[in-house]
């Protein structure tokens, strides 16, 4: 299978806005990046152009609008979620994922609201990048040689220092391979990149690949996540004889709304609906009789009781996840483990990672804003409030898979690894497309961002190629 995590991702496809790339200048923590905003925009244009991604226009400074395809209608919970977040002061916009919602091109059909993105698109309505972005070069006549059940061992250097290939195991046979290149791009994600550098020691590069500074595999950071959800009586014994499925994710969202400097943590964070009627499960995934204890109901029971309480209580639950922008700390790194190595007989990771207050009461934030609005809707809040000891239910460090910053780009080659190009500067035909590079996570999914940062970083690559830098 190719395409990585945009095989089963959320699709959400939201652009980080001016302040994201300067943040140092607003709160004075972190770095800035050596870019802006209006360096990476055309980048974003032509992703929007390329890909589809629907949304709306709403002139936010911070939320930048783009090119987009019409937004589906919000869905009933959806409307119930916008009622409590208008009574609590929170913004609701429609969602922007990259989804088609009006037809894009020949190759790929239009959204029919089947709802099951997570199971593979046969229309090819959502995104991913196997079958929007490889499928099509393959197919299209390129030059391309795919290598799979491949795992990559090092970067290959000669007595200059420069890259000269790739080293990687067939998984197969579990044999060693070289392959030689004129350049080397890695996009392997950002710790498993940073794997890959520091595994590619050397004469010239004796801490790893890219690494004099030290910084390869530091300032990681992932999105901050906390949930919550409320039980709604209103949504109760709900109609299902018509479709309500619309897209696989959210059709609203609230994008950061508030002022930093007038709360307790420095960085944003927006919010996330889930709820709705989709498709039955195998399971709740909790006991659903349990609801009745908030109606008077009986709780329990079996055969004609559990079916009716199934029926009764489906869509009546609507939850919330927060996803937030963590401060970038060097401290806060993934290293290699020199007593362990995988199946392969390559050196693994092992992490160092706390969050800090800045995160916590974010944390913090994120629960009261949720009850609030759940109140709002006329619901109840399911479970007891997160306590301070338990980080106000912060999710643990990696949890929500946004890691980035372990090859942080910066134009001192002394507090970063690659430029603002994304190009070692230790070696200057190695390449980094994944999240490695960002110097700053943001209020929003990393996606959009890496996919035009790769993009950026490709025409870069192309200009020296024919300026015969490289």
């Known amino acids: 299978m190719l395409g990585g995590r945009t095989n089963h991702w959320g699709r959400i496809s939201l652009r980080f806005g001016p302040d994201d790339f300067k943040h140092k200048d607003i709160d004075g923590l972190g770095e800035n990046w050596p870019i802006s905003y209006d360096d990476i925009k055309p980048y974003y244009d032509r992703l ?139 996009g392997a994600s950002a710790c498993s990149t940073a794997r890959i550098l520091l595994n590619s020691k050397s004469k010239q590069h004796p801490n790893g690949l890219g690494n004099s500074s030290d910084n390869v595999g530091r300032y990681l950071h992932d999105s901050t996540g906390a949930g919550r959800a409320g039980f709604v009586p209103a949504l109760m014994n709900r109609k299902t004889d018509y479709n309500e499925d619309g897209v696989g994710g959210l059709h609203v969202y609230s994008p950061w709304w508030q002022d930093n400097k007038k709360l307790d943590f420095p960085r944003g964070y927006h919010i996330e609906v889930w709820g709705g009627l989709g498709m039955p499960a195998y399971g709740f995934g909790f006991n659903v009789s349990d609801l009745n204890k908030h109606i008077g109901g009986e709780v329990g029971g079996y055969g004609d009781k559990l079916r009716d309480d199934a029926k009764r209580f489906r869509g009546a639950v609507v939850g919330m996840a927060g996803r937030g922008e963590s401060i970038a700390m060097r401290d806060n790194r993934c290293e290699l483990d020199s007593d362990v190595v995988d199946q392969f007989g390559i050196p693994v990771l092992r992490f160092n990672y706390k969050w800090s207050d800045y995160e916590r009461y974010q944390a913090k934030h994120m629960q009261e804003t949720f009850e609030e609005i759940i109140h709002g809707m006329g619901g109840i809040t399911l479970g007891d409030t997160p306590t301070e000891e338990q980080d106000w239910g912060l999710l643990k460090p990696g949890q929500i898979i946004h890691e980035v910053g372990t090859t942080r780009m910066g134009n001192d080659p002394k507090t970063s690894v690659t430029n603002k190009f994304c190009q070692l500067h230790d070696a200057d035909n190695v390449f980094v497309v994944d999240a490695g590079p960002f110097t700053s996570q943001a209020d929003k999914n990393c996606t959009w961002t ?21």
């Open 48 to 186: 929007d152009k390329m890909v589809g991604v629907f949304g709306s226009k709403e002139k936010r400074r911070n939320d930048p609008d783009g090119f987009f395809l019409p937004a589906p209608k919000p869905r009933l919970h959806e409307l119930y979620y916008i009622k409590g977040a208008k009574k609590a002061g929170v913004d609701v916009i429609p969602s922007r994922l990259s989804i088609l919602t009006k037809k894009l091109n020949n190759d790929r059909g239009v959204c029919f609201y089947c709802a099951q993105c997570n199971r593979s698109c046969t229309a090819y309505a959502d995104f991913s990048s196997s079958s929007v972005f490889i499928i099509p070069a393959v197919n299209g006549g390129g030059q391309v040689d795919l290598y799979v059940n491949s795992m990559v061992r090092t970067v290959t250097t000669n007595d200059e220092g420069k890259a000269t290939g790739v080293s990687f195991i067939n998984k197969e046979d579990r044999l060693e391979y070289k392959l030689k290149g004129r350049s080397v791009v890695l």
């Open 450 to 470: 890496i996919m035009a940062l790769a993009m950026r970083t490709s025409d870069f690559i192309i200009e020296e190629y024919k300026k015969k830098n490289i």
